[in-house]
């Protein structure tokens, strides 16, 4: 894999990452850009112990514009975009519109003494898949996933030695049902200031089952619990198992989980990248056919945190959609948005069962 760093018209950095060493990289952003915004503000709700980033200028942010001046297309002739080269493999940038970045601007404050507020400090990129705008991860090939799985390792070895960045998510959100803003094939990174509630809870939990059992790890030991069961098990090969857990909270949750405990994405070796490729795109396409058209999903690589807790971690990807039958979508109503507790309408057995037939 080459990779090339370049600069875009006003400042933000991109980075190539071709396939072939013969690549070059020295087109140039010929666009007319303002500043990019500064950072968020983020605001600490003394109530659930959480903060919460405002990012007001994201409202201006770019909406499902038609294919043609989607911004994620390589630049050809006088159409320019985010990337400046007429062609690329794997592409990632700062995102313009960003919920978290570098570009202080105030200092730490207060809006009551209850709730501090300090900068937004951190960074959001954006991970595009493929040049082809009608592609999906689900029609790459094995050899570009690798790619992509190269290019999170980079990124978030990079952002995790970024000042004040305490947590590294790589994630792709498909499907305007799930919420997306732009259909080119495309991922984000975020580099948080803060370790993220989910992560947090699912470390106190990990914590307690490492004091009862004397060291043991929580998820390692799931994981060769739902492997010994099997009822759960969706596809599996020499170095990762994919399972619908047991409380799977959506209507088609599945884990996508190394055998070996590993931290994060760099620490996977080569055989693990490379055997990863194969049994997710099988997934992918098993999502698809459930009801014969594109299934919106949100896939989300869950990596221990940059400084704490590390030995806690266990790298695995949960993908879910909110789809649960072919015209019906799994809302997040009352129980889910106002309690936090979760309703789910399908056993996670048939879910496990539908999906291997598909």
């Excluded at 969706?234 to 884990?255: D, I, K, M, Q, S």
Aim: glycine share 6%.
């Amino acid at each position: 894999m080459k990779r090339t760093e370049v600069r875009l018209a006003d400042g933000r950095e991109l980075i190539y990452f071709d396939e072939r060493d013969d690549a070059v990289r020295d087109q140039p952003d010929r666009r007319e850009l303002p500043p990019p915004p500064h950072a968020s503000q983020l605001r600490y709700d003394p109530l659930t112990d959480e903060w919460v980033a405002v990012a007001v200028h994201r409202q201006t942010r770019t909406f499902l514009p038609p294919a043609d001046e989607c911004p994620l297309d390589p630049s050809v002739g006088d159409r320019l975009t985010e990337i400046p080269a007429s062609d690329y493999d794997v592409v990632v940038f700062e995102n313009r519109f960003p919920s978290l970045s570098s570009r202080v601007a105030e200092a730490p404050g207060e809006i009551t003494p209850f709730t501090p507020f300090r900068p937004g400090l951190g960074r959001c990129e954006v991970v595009c898949f493929t040049s082809d705008h009608n592609a999906s991860f689900a029609s790459l090939s094995p050899t570009r996933v690798r790619t992509v799985i190269d290019a999170l390792a980079d990124r978030t070895v990079a952002l995790g030695e970024l000042p004040g960045v305490e947590q590294v998510f790589c994630f792709e959100n498909r499907g305007v049902e799930i919420g997306v803003t732009l259909h080119h094939p495309h991922g984000q990174i975020y580099a948080y200031p803060f370790v993220t509630p989910r992560t947090r809870t699912m470390l106190a939990a990990a914590r307690r089952h490492a004091e009862r059992t004397g060291g043991g790890n929580l998820y390692a030991d799931v994981l060769a619990a739902e492997r010994a069961a099997g009822e759960r098990v969706v596809l599996a090969n020499e170095h990762w198992t994919a399972y619908v857990p047991a409380a799977a909270r959506w209507p088609f949750e599945v884990h996508v989980a190394p055998h070996r405990p590993v931290p994060d994405i760099p620490a996977l070796d080569d055989a693990e990248r490379d055997a990863f490729g194969p049994l997710y795109l099988d997934l992918l396409r098993r999502f698809d056919g459930l009801f014969d058209m594109p299934m919106p999903y949100i896939a989300a690589w869950h990596q221990a945190p940059v400084r704490i807790d590390r030995e806690l971690g266990h790298l695995h990807l949960q993908l879910f959609s909110i789809r649960r039958a072919k015209d019906k979508l799994k809302y997040l109503a009352g129980s889910e948005s106002g309690m936090g507790a979760f309703i789910n309408d399908i056993a996670p057995e048939r879910a496990a069962e539908l999906l291997r037939a598909a």
